[in-house]
């Protein structure tokens, strides 16, 4: 069975501070699709990234960065110098190849930003 | 394009009532899906489709019914309202089975 576990029930930071969220999956297959999605507090979902099983390379956009280890099954969420507008409720999630469309997602992280 | 849009934003249910939460898209999305969403528990899928007149359950379906008779709108029905299914749902549409799912902005039900 597939699992997405996020073991950061909340994270409160200071302005300005790095954090990372942490994303471990479980799967056997071996050709799956990895997101993160934020919420913020008024509570739509916002798609940051889409990555495959196939590409490891990691990614930057602007002060996001992501982290993809298939050995030891992460997908790590890096916000360099963060910000008060980046608190947020962060998912991680997972889909299969052959099971398209079916997002299993972790429990989420609740990110705090204070000033 | 109005993207994915729910209604109604809030609802309260007595136990035993029926409704139906409404979905539609303008984006031409052959995929649909609607997820609920607790406290702890991430998104949970309940149901999905992958085009007009195809429909699958997903991980909680009980106690729900959906259809696909259009592309553009993917209704969930609750048959019989229980306190257990007070929660936060949303509706979403992809373009590919893998690609990134566009969510609506979700629909507050709370069933007394």
């Known amino acids: 069975a597939q699992k997405v576990t996020q073991a950061q029930t909340e994270i409160s930071v200071v302005e300005k501070e790095d954090v990372t969220l942490v994303c471990v999956y479980e799967?056997?297959?071996?050709?799956?699709?990895l997101f993160w999605y934020k919420q913020p507090p008024s509570g739509e979902l916002v798609f940051l990234i889409r990555?495959?099983?196939?590409?490891?390379q990691n990614e930057i956009s602007g002060r996001y960065s992501w982290n993809f280890q298939k050995s030891t099954s992460s997908f790590n969420f890096t916000i360099t110098a963060s910000q008060v507008v980046d608190s947020a409720v962060y998912f991680c999630?997972?889909?299969?190849?052959?099971?398209?469309?079916?997002?299993?997602f972790g429990q989420g992280t609740e990110l705090s930003v204070k000033p | 394009n109005a993207g994915v849009t729910q209604t109604p934003k809030f609802q309260v249910l007595k136990t035993g009532q029926s409704m139906t939460l409404q979905c539609a898209q303008d984006?031409?999305?052959?995929?649909m899906s609607w997820y609920r969403q607790d406290p702890g528990m991430g998104l949970r899928l309940i149901h999905y489709?992958?085009?007009?007149?195809?429909?699958d359950q997903g991980e909680v379906p009980n106690g729900y019914n959906v259809s696909r008779s259009t592309t553009e709108d993917f209704p969930l029905r609750l048959l019989s309202a229980a306190p257990s299914q007070t929660s936060v749902y949303f509706c979403?549409?992809?373009?590919?089975?893998?690609?990134?799912?566009?969510f609506g902005p979700g629909t507050r039900l709370t069933v007394l």
């Open positions: 799967t056997r297959d071996t050709t799956y699709y």
């Open positions: 979403a549409s992809s373009p590919d089975l893998v690609d990134e799912q566009f």
């Open positions: 489709s992958v085009g007009a007149g195809i429909t």
């Open positions: 999630a997972l889909t299969l190849y052959n099971q398209g469309g079916k997002l299993i």
């Open positions: 990555r495959n099983s196939f590409d490891e």
């Open positions: 984006m031409n999305h052959e995929y």
